[in-house]
């Protein structure tokens, strides 16, 4: 078990460290070519305006993604499946708070923060349900008695990641937007 959480902070590190080196390396070489890169978040406030529109598409895109997760999971070894979901959410998360500090000093840290808030919450929660299910499925296998030992949060786990996904799509939707407006108001 401490081997699994060091390869997983490990993991976690590099990812953030490569994802960040790998923004300033592009961002640098973009401006020497005669780039140019405007705020994305304070030129465009419309994208946190909360519709009835937003839902559909965010509910579409997070099932999508929860489906390669919920796949990936069965046809890779729970430790694989985590390590390799780590790397690539830490890489992408330090690709972004690097882009957003480097144009926008500590307010793009604070609203690369509040981007994900509340939501990715309930997305955390379902992805934890995800790896354990996978996890004691994998060590489980074979037991004649599956339900027997189980407790109600292991028997219906599916059921509540896909409730939290599908929660987490409604606070996306509409309290991270109101949120957002929030957040800009305090630096416009």
Excluded: W
């Excluded at 799509?169 to 929030?182: D, F, H, R």
């Amino acid at each position: 078990m401490e081997r699994r959480r060091f390869l997983s902070g490990l993991f976690l590190m590099l990812g953030l460290v490569l994802g960040s080196l790998f923004t300033n390396f592009v961002y640098k070489d973009y401006l020497a070519y005669g780039g140019q890169i405007d705020s994305l978040v304070l030129n465009n406030k419309d994208l946190y305006v909360s519709s009835a529109s937003l839902l559909p598409y965010i509910l579409f895109k997070r099932g999508k993604q929860y489906g390669i997760l919920f796949l990936a999971g069965y046809l890779l070894q729970p430790v694989v499946f985590l390590l390799g979901s780590l790397f690539c959410m830490a890489f992408f998360l330090g690709s972004m708070l690097s882009l957003q500090v480097i144009q926008m000093g500590l307010k793009g840290l604070i609203i690369v923060l509040f981007s994900f808030f509340p939501h990715f919450i309930c997305y955390g929660i379902s992805a934890a349900l995800l790896y354990r299910r996978n996890l004691q499925d994998s060590e489980k296998e074979g037991t004649d008695f599956y339900y027997r030992d189980r407790s109600l949060s292991e028997r219906f786990s599916i059921q509540f990641e896909i409730a939290l996904v599908i929660i987490g799509c409604v606070l996306e939707s509409y309290a991270n937007p109101a949120l957002m407006a929030e957040v800009l108001k305090l630096f416009s």
